[in-house]
């Protein structure tokens, strides 16, 4: 009986691992995540949930490529890990130098328990993008989607030729 | 004799604070809930062992 008592304790250790172990695992999984894809081009590419930047003081922002004349697409998706429903306001703007040049989606968005949600919008490069481009300038628009109160940040990089692709005109003879 | 026992006593200590700093790491990510659930089943956990040693003679 006494042996069997030492035991008790040492299964109830256990146990009590067990489910430090099952919290972490089970907790783990709940939540809010969120992904991006853009497409720009050929290829997607993707932010998974627990590739965005935390680090604060030094954040690292993922960026995609574009054309002048090309266009973005994103698709957010919303995947929602609870018992209850989740709704939040979601705006997208883009800016430019710190300053806010467009807002391209504003609207609320629900996600049932266990299930997804997804929203998608376009980035035209012609509607951001000055007439009078200078080649020697590089420009690097910011994209910033707002879920509430968590912000997620993402670059968008114009491609620009090493030389204007207009054919000057010739010279007067 | 005693050298070995200064390495498992180095041995676990090791253990304990790779440990230690694996959890700080997951509490980090975990909800309030979880926290206060973890930690009450750490309480639990020592003084199981605690007991179990206690019944050993320790």
Same mark, same amino acid.
């Given at each position: 009986?006494? !042996?069997?008592?030492?035991?008790? $304790?040492?299964?109830?250790?256990?146990?009590?691992?067990?489910?430090?172990?099952?919290?972490?695992?089970?907790?783990?999984?709940?939540?809010?995540?969120?992904?991006? +894809?853009? +497409?720009?081009?050929?290829?997607? @590419?993707?932010?998974?949930?627990?590739?965005? %930047?935390?680090?604060?003081?030094? %954040?690292?922002?993922?960026?995609?490529?574009?054309?002048?004349?090309?266009?973005?697409?994103?698709?957010?998706?919303?995947?929602?890990?609870?018992?209850?429903?989740?709704?939040?306001? !979601?705006?997208?703007?883009?800016?430019?130098?710190?300053?806010?040049?467009?807002?391209?989606?504003?609207?609320? #968005?629900?996600?049932?328990?266990?299930?997804?949600?997804? #929203?998608?919008?376009?980035?035209? +490069?012609?509607?951001? /993008?000055?007439?009078?481009?200078?080649?020697?300038?590089?420009? @690097? $628009?910011?994209?910033?989607?707002?879920?509430?109160?968590?912000?997620?940040?993402?670059?968008?990089?114009?491609?620009?030729?090493?030389?204007? +692709?207009?054919?000057? %005109?010739?010279?007067?003879? | 004799?005693?050298?070995? $026992?200064? /390495? $498992?006593?180095?041995?676990? #200590?090791?253990?304990?604070?790779?440990?230690?700093?694996?959890?700080?790491?997951?509490?980090?990510?975990?909800?309030?809930?979880?926290?206060?659930?973890?930690?009450?089943?750490?309480?639990?956990?020592?003084?199981? /062992?605690?007991?179990?040693?206690?019944? #050993?003679?320790?």
């Amino acid at each position: 009986m006494a !042996v069997k008592h030492k035991n008790l $304790y040492l299964y109830l250790a256990l146990a009590c691992f067990l489910g430090i172990i099952l919290i972490f695992i089970f907790d783990g999984y709940m939540g809010v995540y969120d992904n991006l +894809t853009m +497409t720009s081009g050929e290829f997607p @590419q993707t932010i998974e949930s627990d590739r965005w %930047p935390e680090d604060e003081k030094y %954040p690292y922002y993922s960026s995609v490529g574009v054309h002048p004349g090309g266009s973005v697409t994103f698709t957010y998706e919303v995947e929602n890990r609870a018992f209850s429903h989740y709704s939040a306001d !979601v705006e997208v703007t883009v800016s430019y130098e710190q300053e806010q040049i467009a807002v391209l989606l504003s609207q609320p #968005l629900t996600v049932s328990s266990f299930d997804k949600g997804q #929203l998608e919008w376009e980035l035209d +490069t012609e509607e951001i /993008l000055p007439e009078d481009i200078s080649y020697e300038q590089s420009y @690097q $628009y910011i994209v910033l989607i707002k879920r509430g109160e968590i912000e997620r940040r993402v670059i968008v990089q114009i491609i620009l030729p090493p030389y204007p +692709t207009k054919i000057p %005109p010739p010279l007067p003879r | 004799m005693k050298l070995e $026992y200064v /390495l $498992y006593g180095f041995g676990i #200590l090791f253990c304990i604070a790779g440990v230690g700093y694996l959890a700080a790491e997951y509490v980090r990510y975990l909800s309030e809930i979880g926290k206060i659930a973890s930690l009450l089943l750490t309480v639990g956990l020592f003084t199981c /062992l605690g007991k179990y040693f206690e019944g #050993l003679g320790w």
